[in-house]
């Protein structure tokens, strides 16, 4: 079964550090690709996605991932974050063949903790 | 402006008495879809719609319907709800399908049954 696999529940850090927050899937078919941020008490939004093209793809906000097919990844990074940033950070893949019937795949969330 | 509406944003209602969630879209997108998010699993799909009419199951269909007779509208319905629906329900919609197009999602309705 195709997956989606946040390595990192939880990430602390603090204001203006740099972070990464990991994704990896499995499927080896062709794939979309896309974080997205979940503030407090709030619904989710799309932060960036891979499509096809170049695999180093800039969101708002700052972020930036990288689309790595041989290993099958999609981290996240910024390289300075704010406390404003302090939110949950889902990867999702999209599967499946070409069509309006390709599933969604969520990973489990990275809660992102910036401090002082 | 563009977005995703969900009533009521909080609920507190007790087993076995029927509810409804109602979610609405003013983007004229052709899909919709419901999810709950429970803490350690993520977010996991109830029900979706790629179209007025057409509805199919997610991952996670027991225990609710929906329906879509309008495209705007795609309300949540729990017949008999049960103490294991307590969670976090979001409404999403996007264009066509969840291929390449960005999902929009509604702010969400906490639900607790007691």
């Known amino acids: 079964a195709q997956s989606v696999t946040q390595l990192d529940s939880q990430v602390p850090v603090f204001e203006e550090a740099p972070v990464e927050l990991r994704c990896n899937y499995s499927s080896s078919v062709s794939v979309y690709l896309f974080w997205y941020v979940q503030y407090p008490n709030q619904g989710l939004q799309l932060l960036l996605k891979y499509l096809s093209g170049s695999t180093l793809v800039k969101g708002i906000n700052g972020f930036e991932a990288e689309f790595n097919k041989s290993q099958t990844s999609f981290h996240l990074r910024k390289p300075s974050v704010h406390i404003s940033d302090t939110a949950e950070y889902f990867c999702?893949?999209?599967?499946?063949?070409?069509?309006?019937?390709?599933?969604?795949?969520w990973g489990l969330g990275t809660s992102l903790a910036v401090n002082p | 402006e563009a977005q995703v509406t969900q009533n009521p944003r909080y609920l507190i209602t007790v087993t076995g008495k029927k509810l409804t969630v109602t979610c609405s879209q003013n983007?004229?997108?052709?899909?919709m879809s419901w999810y709950r998010q429970d803490p350690g699993l993520g977010l996991r799909q109830i029900y979706y719609?790629?179209?007025?009419?057409?509805?199919d199951k997610g991952d996670v269909p027991e225990g609710y319907k929906v329906s879509r007779k309008e495209k705007r509208n795609f309300p949540l319905i729990l017949e008999s709800p049960s103490p294991n629906q307590t969670s976090l329900y979001f409404c999403?919609?996007?264009?066509?399908?969840?291929?390449?197009?960005?999902?929009?999602f509604g702010p969400g309705t906490r639900l607790t049954v007691l």
């Open positions: 999403a919609s996007s264009l066509r399908g969840t291929d390449r197009g960005e999902q929009f």
């Open positions: 983007m004229n997108h052709e899909y």
């Open positions: 999702a893949v999209s599967v499946g063949v070409a069509g309006n019937n390709r599933k969604l795949i």
């Open positions: 719609s790629m179209n007025v009419e057409v509805t």
